[in-house]
């Protein structure tokens, strides 16, 4: 479950992040009892004890107040964004742009963006739900992979959630049956390593694997994909899935595709794309994962199974 006094606790995160803090504010209101967080209410947050001395105006105060007032304003104004671009999925309205309001009826779209919220809200949660959540964020991008690749790929999970899948075994195991697919072989540094025996439960940072087989030999197109609901951790866990790093462990290997899939936004109330000089990789985020939904309604049958229903009752 998410512990609420993880959430009560004001983050110390930059607050020029303001996609992060737009999600802690709808995160706010889901867990609130009115289910309503106006910008009065972040700004008491925000300067708890002093808000009325801010108020009154002394003038390295006010200053400080004005920029809050500024800064508070933009993370509305993504949310904004957010609503009006997803306005089916989005279960908030919001009243006169002060305040966020849960819906009093949550539909199955509606549903799929809090599963994604909570996903990218893992910190305030205990353990046993974060694991949760993050295996079933992997099952989930697993289809959405499948329809950004070509009709005749095959597409397996390589990670933690691989039940059924073609890759079993130890790591070592799995890449070299990788290597096998691909037409190619482990490499001599890897086959020295004696860390990939140890390693069961690892994936090497390789959540999802897809690959056209055209035949046996080498450089079939195939593409690599990392799930993560890290905001810490997304940007450089996409060095996991480069080619620099797999072409130590096989060889040889041809150009690929590689896929990172967040369950947060990216985007901007532009909607471009933030931080670009450090994206190396396909960035799916929150905005491109509903987009692909709405492109491939069959994808609501192929995540069915993962009971997001359950799994946010569960955890909310």
């Known amino acids: 479950m998410i512990v609420k006094d993880k959430i009560l606790k004001v983050p110390k995160w930059s607050k020029n992040n303001i996609n992060r803090w737009a999600d802690y504010i709808e995160l706010l209101c889901l867990y609130d009892d009115d289910h309503l967080i106006s910008k009065d209410d972040i700004m008491e947050m925000f300067f708890k004890d002093d808000i009325e001395e801010l108020k009154r105006g002394e003038i390295d105060h006010s200053n400080k107040y004005d920029k809050i007032v500024s800064i508070i304003g933009n993370y509305y104004e993504i949310i904004k964004y957010r609503s009006l671009k997803h306005k089916s999925y989005y279960p908030f309205d919001i009243e006169d742009g002060q305040c966020v309001i849960l819906k009093n009826f949550l539909s199955e779209r509606h549903m799929h963006y809090i599963f994604l919220l909570l996903c990218s809200n893992i910190c305030f949660m205990e353990q046993y739900s974060l694991q949760k959540i993050t295996h079933t964020f992997e099952k989930y991008c697993y289809p959405i992979m499948k329809v950004l690749m070509p009709f005749d790929a095959q597409t397996e999970l390589f990670g933690t959630t691989r039940s059924g899948s073609k890759f079993n075994g130890t790591l070592r195991v799995r890449i070299g049956q990788l290597a096998d697919i691909l037409g190619a072989q482990t490499t001599k540094s890897m086959d020295r390593d004696e860390k990939y025996d140890r390693i069961h439960a690892g994936d090497a940072g390789?959540?999802?694997?897809?690959?056209?087989?055209?035949?046996?030999?080498?450089?079939?197109?195939?593409?690599?994909?990392?799930?993560?609901?890290?905001?810490?951790?997304?940007?450089?866990?996409?060095?996991?899935?480069?080619?620099?790093?797999?072409?130590?462990?096989?060889?040889?290997?041809?150009?690929?595709?590689?896929?990172?899939?967040?369950?947060?936004?990216?985007?901007?109330?532009?909607?471009?794309?933030?931080?670009?000089?450090?994206?190396?990789?396909?960035?799916?985020?929150?905005?491109?994962?509903?987009?692909?939904?709405?492109?491939?309604?069959?994808?609501?049958?192929?995540?069915?199974?993962?009971?997001?229903?359950?799994?946010?009752?569960?955890?909310?």
């Open 206 to 316: 390789l959540d999802i694997v897809s690959f056209v087989k055209l035949d046996d030999a080498s450089h079939i197109p195939f593409a690599l994909g990392q799930c993560t609901c890290s905001y810490d951790e997304w940007k450089d866990k996409q060095s996991s899935i480069d080619h620099d790093t797999w072409s130590t462990r096989i060889d040889p290997l041809a150009p690929f595709w590689r896929y990172m899939y967040v369950p947060f936004f990216c985007h901007n109330a532009s909607g471009k794309l933030e931080n670009l000089t450090e994206i190396h990789s396909c960035l799916i985020d929150r905005q491109r994962i509903l987009n692909i939904f709405d492109l491939h309604n069959e994808l609501f049958d192929e995540v069915q199974s993962l009971n997001i229903k359950g799994l946010i009752e569960e955890v909310w």
